[in-house]
T-cell receptor, first 111, second 114 residues
């Protein structure tokens, strides 16, 4: 079936460094790609999203890039801070309107 | 707006028991869905609905039933609980009026099956 793969599963960086998380998707009809942040014991919260007609989107320290030809998209966090520590999920909206999620990346920012 | 609400927050069941997880949203969203979250496996889609009276299966539907009698409510029923259904369950909703729509999650229900 259609799926979303996410790498790496864990990522540890020093405060101030950049973090990059990558996802690939299989449904070529997917047209919407959100990223969610989930803190321990909380619900996933949308942090940024990108539509299929855009190659890159930026919001302060967070950016997302999309390569539709290669069917992959990435989350970039610059100048990381300890409060960025969380689990991050990528997702893709499938042609049948489902939202499928990657397995998640546990990001740890060390002070 | 309360957004997406779920009850209960925690539940412990014995193997073979049945129960219903409740989900409601007050944003008039057409699309509602249930996910389960297990360590290292992300959010897996159980069932979804694109409107009242319409439901469909997701990635992992076995052992679960849903119904959608109103736009607001989308309960998830476990017919005969098994230890493999121990998980955190999230309900979510979004509008389908446009091609790209933010999906909102409820606070989750932590279910343990003994």
């Amino acid at each position: 079936g259609e799926n979303v793969e996410q790498h790496p599963s864990t990522l540890s960086v020093q405060e101030g460094d950049s973090a990059v998380i990558k996802c690939t998707y299989s449904d070529s009809a997917s047209n919407y790609f959100p990223w969610y942040k989930q803190e321990l014991g909380k619900r996933p919260q949308l942090i940024i999203d990108i539509r299929s007609n855009v190659g890159e989107k930026k919001d302060q320290r967070i950016a997302v890039t999309l390569n539709k030809t290669a069917k992959h998209f990435s989350l970039h966090i610059t100048e990381t801070q300890p409060e960025d520590s969380a689990v991050y999920f990528c997702a893709a909206k499938m042609n049948n309107n489902d939202m499928r999620f990657g397995a998640g990346t546990r990001l740890t920012v060390k002070p | 707006n309360a957004g997406v609400t779920q009850t209960p927050k925690f539940q412990v069941l014995k193997t073979g028991q049945s129960m219903t997880l409740q989900c409601a949203q007050d944003m008039n969203h057409e699309y509602m869905s249930w996910y389960r979250q297990d360590p290292g496996m992300g959010l897996r889609l159980i069932h979804y609905s694109v409107g009242a009276g319409i439901t469909d299966q997701g990635e992992v539907p076995n052992g679960y039933n849903v119904s959608r009698s109103t736009t607001e409510d989308f309960p998830l029923r476990l017919l005969s609980a098994a230890p493999s259904q121990t998980s955190v369950y999230f309900c979510a909703s979004r509008s389908t009026g446009e091609a790209y729509n933010e999906q909102f999650f409820g606070p989750g229900t932590r279910l343990t099956v003994l």
